[in-house]
C-alpha cells in the first residue's frame, strides 16, 4: 500500500477536485470512493468530497491493494518478431488491448503472453513482462520481457532514452516544413480527467517528426519518441493543429472511417539485457493503413 501526504498551499476548491489534480495517478472517482470511505482525510478527519480545502490543511489517505484480477491464459495468436531467453517483441494488431483492466478483463495482449511463455513478475499478475504499452488502438512493436533481470535492465534504458521508438502517424492537414521538434509538457487535462493535455508544469515529452508524404488534407508522418508519456504522439499532434486521423478522443468528429487512430509503431530499436547487443525491429504498414492510404489523393507539389 501507499501512503500519500499533501499540505494544502496555494490550491483551492474542492477536496476532491485537488487531490485529483495532485495526484495525477489516481483518477477523481477513485479519490471520491477513498473520501467517501473514510480512507481519506484532512487534519486527521473525515470530510465531504464537496469541502473547500484551506491553507494548511493537511491531507492524508493511504491507496489501496488493487483487486487481484484473475488473469488467465489464453491461445490468441501472436505475431512475434523476435524471442530470447530474455525478452519478444510483439506487431500488436490494432484493437487489442495490452494488459486487463476494467472492461477488458480478458482477450488481451497479456492474456496470449502468458500461454506463450513465462514472463517477467516486476508489474504484478495484471501487467507482467509489459515494459512499455501502445494504445489499445494503435498498432506495432513492443517489447515484452520474460524475467525480472530483463525488466530492470529495459526498463533503465527507457527510462534513460536509449530506445529507438519511430511511429507513422497519418495526420490531418498539409505540413509545409518537412520536418520538426514539438516539446511541450504533458499531464492530465483539467478539463476533460480521460485526456492528456499540454500543461504547465508537466512532464517533459519531446517529439520529432519529418514528412514522409503529403496527401490532400492530410500528411504521413515519420514521428520518433524522444520521451514516452502517455498518447504522448496523439496529444503533441493535436497541439500543433495536426491531430491523428481516426483518433476518437482528440481528433475532430469528421475524419478518415475506420477502428481508431492511424498510427503504427514501426521501428523499435533496443540493446539485448544479457549479450548487449544492439538489436532492431522493423513492422510493415499493416493492412488497414495502406487501404487508408490508397484513397487518399497525392498533394501535388
Not at 508489474?123 to 533481470?149: C, E, F, Q, W, Y
Amino acid at each position: 500500500m501507499t501512503e500519500e501526504t499533501l499540505t494544502i498551499t496555494d490550491q483551492t476548491g474542492r477536496l476532491d477536485k485537488v487531490v485529483a489534480d495532485t495526484f495525477v495517478d489516481y483518477t477523481r472517482t477513485q479519490i471520491s470512493k477513498w473520501i467517501d470511505d473514510g480512507v481519506l482525510k484532512v487534519n486527521g478527519d473525515e470530510k465531504k468530497a464537496k469541502y473547500k480545502v484551506h491553507e494548511g490543511d493537511v491531507i492524508t489517505f493511504t491507496v489501496p491493494k488493487p483487486v487481484v484480477l484473475d488473469v488467465k491464459p489464453e491461445n490468441i495468436p501472436l505475431d512475434i518478431i523476435y524471442e530470447d531467453d530474455d525478452l519478444l517483441v510483439i506487431n500488436k494488431p490494432q484493437g487489442m488491448v495490452v494488459h486487463p483492466a476494467a472492461g477488458h478483463p480478458d482477450g488481451t495482449l497479456v492474456n496470449a503472453l502468458m500461454y506463450h511463455t513465462h514472463l517477467s513478475t516486476i508489474n504484478g499478475v495484471i501487467r507482467p513482462g509489459i515494459v512499455h504499452r501502445i494504445d489499445k488502438d494503435t498498432s506495432g512493436l513492443l517489447m515484452v520481457a520474460k524475467n525480472d533481470k530483463a525488466h530492470e535492465a529495459l526498463s533503465a534504458d527507457l527510462k534513460a532514452k536509449k530506445n529507438l521508438r519511430q511511429y507513422y502517424a497519418l495526420v490531418h492537414g498539409e505540413f509545409t516544413e518537412n520536418r520538426g521538434t514539438i516539446t511541450a509538457p504533458l499531464g492530465r487535462s483539467k478539463a476533460d480527467r480521460k485526456k492528456q493535455a499540454v500543461v504547465a508544469g508537466g512532464r517533459d515529452a519531446i517529439t520529432h517528426f519529418e514528412v514522409v508524404k503529403r496527401f490532400v488534407g492530410y500528411t504521413l508522418l515519420k514521428v520518433t519518441l524522444e520521451t514516452g508519456r502517455t498518447h504522448q504522439i496523439r496529444v503533441h499532434m493535436d497541439y500543433i493543429g495536426h491531430p491523428v486521423a481516426g483518433d476518437p478522443l482528440y481528433g475532430p468528429k469528421k475524419t478518415l472511417a475506420g477502428n481508431g487512430q492511424y498510427l503504427h509503431a514501426a521501428t523499435l530499436g533496443l540493446t539485448q539485457p544479457t549479450t548487449q547487443e544492439a538489436l532492431q525491429f522493423e513492422a510493415p504498414l499493416p493492412d488497414y493503413f495502406e487501404q487508408a492510404l490508397s484513397q487518399l489523393q497525392p498533394y501535388a507539389e
